[in-house]
């Protein structure tokens, strides 16, 4: 079995739906700018990437809203979204043949946040019982199951930014072990005060108040990245069934590596590479028949060094395009390689690879990063690599059928 995609639905702070996301990356507008979720005025960072122009009351019903957070509102509107850019109306499959495989990196904190000031403040009769499971990180993949009438298998994984990449992964063995159809990728979102401080404690975050000069990966002026919301859920089928079903097909996930750093003391290497290698191998892909490489994009120094010492290692160097379209969202936890692998499926859509906005390369790291104006080239192969705070490490390779 090949799995294949067929449906995608992108929340993204430059657009929110597929199209509007896509035309804003190929425009360059950015969806950075100062917190407007909290003051943040206190804070070293103030800047973020939020999804704009999303009313939950618009697209969800009023039993929905008191028990669900903002991300997992986000999350069941994707995912109306992707399905039916599939062509899928799930009350006409049988329940136990569609699944549901997401991403989480923190769960409902912003829900969670708003139920502990209430017992705080006003005392534990005043905590809402959704609370039981709406902070969960396990709560979108059961309400989207819920939702959709989704019985068959179903999961979360958790590795940080890696978790996207990762949840497609899961998603693609229950393709090829016999499930017709899963629902996968991530969407997130941790932009209240609680979240923030959580943020804050990883000592990545930019402390810019320029949102042009704020997330810069690659650049020498690159100082930490912003934090963002959002991200893409994707529907996986076997790219045969998908086809006789007449639906339409983005590409293929045609390769997976996974592989976690040795403990920074330890004298051993990243394992960067060698995830990219895997995935590769996996697709039974050779390093030149890669056309775009999209970049985690770490924006910390010592980060970025190491993963464009990766890639050179790979192709060699400025022998591949690079791109990071992220520095227009911020790095999205959990929904940032969900959302890389839809922007290189619709790359491979339309033959143009995005510009990475707002950087000027330092020549050091040896990359030739699409820069500036998007570039149009035919892309039928496109890698993307994402890293999980702590040393997970990612890599998926999508392909043109």
Known sequence: MRPAVTGIAAVAPNGLGTEEFWAGTLAGRTGLGVLTRFDPERYPARLAGEVKGFTAADHLSSRMLPQTDHMTRLN??????????????????????????????????????????????????????????????AVNSGQLSIHNGMRG???????????????????????????????????????????????????????????????????????????????ALLVLEDGAAARARGARIYGEIAGYGATFDPRPDSGRPPALRRAIELALRDADAAPGDVDVVFADAAAIPELDHVEATAITGVFGREAVPVTAPKTMTGRLSSGAGALDVATALLSIRDSVIPATANVSPAPGYGLDLVTGEPRQIPVTTALVIARGHGGFNSAVVVRAV
């Open 153 to 231: 298998p179903s999961g979360v994984v958790v590795s940080d930014q890696a978790g996207g990449l990762d949840a497609l992964a899961q998603a693609r063995r229950q393709i090829r072990k016999g499930t017709p159809l899963m629902l996968t990728g991530a969407v997130d979102s941790s932009l209240c005060s609680w979240g923030w401080v959580a943020h804050l404690a990883g000592g990545r975050l930019s402390t810019s108040q320029d949102p042009d000069r704020a997330y810069l990966p690659f650049d020498a002026a690159a100082n930490g990245h912003v934090p963002g919301e959002g991200g």
């Open 76 to 137: 069941l509107v994707a995912g109306d979204w992707a399905l039916a850019d599939a062509g899928v109306r799930p009350r006409e499959w049988p329940d136990f043949d569609m699944g549901v495989m997401t991403a989480s990196s923190a769960g409902g904190y912003e829900f969670g946040e708003r139920e502990l000031r209430n017992m705080w403040h006003k005392g534990h009769e005043h905590v809402s019982a959704y609370q039981s499971f709406a902070w969960f990180y």
